[in-house]
């Protein structure tokens, strides 16, 4: 089954919530894993199942990077803040090079969030409307 991981910095989440709802439909058929608060904030307020890891800080973006290694993932979408310096910028680094290594799909911004998206929709058989 298609598998997307979720992940946006505080800053970002309005954006990821707008990003999931415009396509919860498709979504809602794929499974999705997520950092602590931006699934909780996805769930409650999109409605979309998705599997909760613990927030970024917490040790989220590691276990994701897990993922990746574990070749679970068919891609991330990370809205990530670029103007506000993380706590957890180790592991963001670790993520974001984890995905480089293994040739993991991941977006940082909407516009790419929405192309990663729509190819990994074709691949499904679904076109996506933007």
């Not at 979504?27 to 613990?54: F, N, P, S, Y």
């Not at 989220?60 to 574990?70: F, H, N, S, T």
């Not at 974001?96 to 192309?115: F, K, M, N, Q, W």
Request: proline fraction near 5%; hydrophobic fraction near 40%.
């Amino acid at each position: 089954m298609t598998r997307v991981a979720l992940i946006a910095h505080d800053d970002e989440k309005p954006e990821m919530l707008d990003f999931a709802d415009a396509h919860r439909e498709y979504l809602a058929t794929i499974d999705i894993v997520t950092t602590g608060t931006t699934g909780t904030r996805i769930q409650a307020e999109t409605g979309l199942d998705v599997e909760r890891k613990a927030s970024g800080p917490m040790g989220g973006d590691l276990q994701i990077g897990a993922e990746v290694v574990d070749k679970r993932l068919d891609g991330i979408v990370f809205l990530r803040d670029p103007l506000t310096a993380q706590p957890h910028e180790p592991d963001i680094s670790a993520l974001l090079r984890i995905c480089d290594v293994h040739d993991t799909p991941l977006a940082t911004t909407r516009s790419g969030a929405e192309y990663l998206l729509a190819g990994i929709a074709a691949e499904d058989g679904v076109e996506l409307e933007r």
